[in-house]
């Protein structure tokens, strides 16, 4: 008998026909004599429906509100759920995140965990309950409702399944595991048996939203066993994220190919090439709390130079008004900006004792033709910004060009 976390994503729980389901595969579990805590998603589409009623009606949502709107989505579906499993004879409690009392920074719409508490779980599953609770969600110290960000679910699954030291945190959604790329853009790709955490968290990082980022950090801090299954099919063993010692000798040198399209570009022209001067730049967007992602600033020639960053698209017309002061104040000659950038990336812990990955992708996309624009790259992974449309066949080339859809025996 093992303590499971299960938590099922949006697609998995879209309408009741599908929670019965959910219910029907929770049932199975618990007839083995399991106990289960189930972490739940809004209905696919919910939260996206809920942050446009907000933007209705205040164009700029209050953090703190729009986390009391938003939190909604996921209160429905523990509630059916829990339903859904006392039809089938079960008996099952739902909680919201501040019921449970899952504890975060104050830090609205992308809160972080600071501490769960699990007396309330135990008591109910000693008593062979299960408990059913939502995701993405918690409180903070002031007694504040908070959300986790976009995919949080996945985190508060993972940290319950750290909290309750349980044996598996089994992430259940429309895919039947983690793939070498999305595949509804390669159809090719192939499902992996495994992937280290390491690579995980990479391609998570680069845009693989399988998983969202910070449940794969969690599982790795707390070594939480994880793994990606599908809640539409009944066979089959997913995706288990593993550490690096557990994977055989003869791994692949490239994983998978992570892309996101969500990139935007500047480029401050003809600063002075002077110490201090990507400080200046880059100091008011950090403030600004923006991402800034790669980094390229190209060796003077007279006295100047050109200075260029990437941040999230979303994030474009605040960076903008913020370079157009500095590009002033540096003494810039103009600032040139690009919201249609991509980024791809090629993953692999094999890249350690490998050489030539990079010359390999640089070749295959300048044979289509795809222009580099920006590279960056770290133990195990090389990313490089494209225009976006070329990103599908970006990613399409490098799959073929890099074996991934060849089964490897
Ligand atoms: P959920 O609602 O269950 O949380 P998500 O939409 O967040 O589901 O994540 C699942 C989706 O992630 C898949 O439908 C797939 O399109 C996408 N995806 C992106 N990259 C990958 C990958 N490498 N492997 C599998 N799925 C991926
Ligand atoms: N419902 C939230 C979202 O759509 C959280 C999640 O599904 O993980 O982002
Ligand atoms: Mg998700």
New binding site residues.
């Given amino acids: 008998m093992a303590l499971i976390v299960q938590k099922y994503?949006?697609?998995?729980v879209g309408n009741p026909e599908r929670i019965k389901n959910v219910a029907k595969r929770v049932a199975k579990w618990h007839a083995q004599g399991h106990k289960l805590v189930i972490v739940l998603?809004a209905m696919?589409g919910e939260t996206n429906r809920l942050i446009a009623l907000a933007k209705e009606v205040q164009s700029t949502p209050d953090p703190r509100e729009l986390d009391v709107v938003v939190s909604t989505g996921e209160q429905v579906t523990i509630g059916l759920l829990s339903m859904a499993l006392m039809e089938l004879g079960i008996s099952a409690r739902s909680y919201t995140g501040p019921q449970v009392r899952i504890l975060t920074d104050s830090s609205f719409t992308k809160a972080r965990i600071l501490k769960i508490d699990e007396d309330r779980m135990r008591r109910d599953l000693d008593e062979g309950c299960v408990v059913v609770v939502a995701g993405f969600q918690g409180v903070d110290d002031a007694g504040n409702i908070t959300t986790l960000g976009r995919?949080g679910s996945?985190t508060t699954g993972v940290a319950l399944a750290a909290a309750l030291r349980a044996d598996e945190c089994q992430i259940y959604?429309?895919?039947d595991g983690?793939?070498t790329?999305?595949?509804?853009i390669v159809p090719e790709a192939r499902k992996l048996d495994r992937i280290t955490f390491e690579e995980m968290l990479e391609?998570a990082s680069l845009g693989?939203?399988?998983l969202q980022i910070r449940s794969v950090e969690f599982a790795g801090k707390y070594k939480v066993k994880l793994r990606v299954l599908s809640s539409f099919k009944d066979e089959g063993e997913g995706t288990l994220i593993t550490f690096e010692d557990d994977i055989k000798m003869e791994q692949p040198i490239i994983s998978?190919i992570a892309f996101n399209r969500d990139e935007a570009k500047f480029t401050v022209v003809g600063v002075p090439d002077r110490p201090g001067i990507a400080y200046q730049i880059l100091g008011p967007i950090a403030e600004a709390n923006i991402d800034v992602d790669m980094i390229i600033q190209n060796v003077a020639s007279d006295g100047t130079t050109d200075f260029s960053f990437t941040i999230p698209r979303g994030e474009y017309d605040r960076s903008k008004a913020i370079l157009e002061s500095v590009c002033q104040h540096v003494g810039a000659r103009e600032i040139r900006g690009d919201r249609t950038m991509a980024k791809v990336s090629v993953v692999g812990v094999g890249m350690r004792s490998h050489v030539g990955i990079a010359s390999r992708m640089f070749r295959t996309l300048a044979e289509e033709g795809i222009n580099i624009q920006m590279i960056s790259t770290s133990e195990i992974k090389i990313s490089v910004a494209i225009e976006e449309k070329y990103l599908e066949l970006a990613v399409r080339v490098l799959h073929k060009a890099f074996d991934l859809d060849e089964v490897v025996a």
């Fill in positions: 994503g949006g697609t998995s998603s696919s995919g996945d959604t429309d895919v983690v793939y790329t999305d595949p509804r391609m693989s939203k399988v998978g």
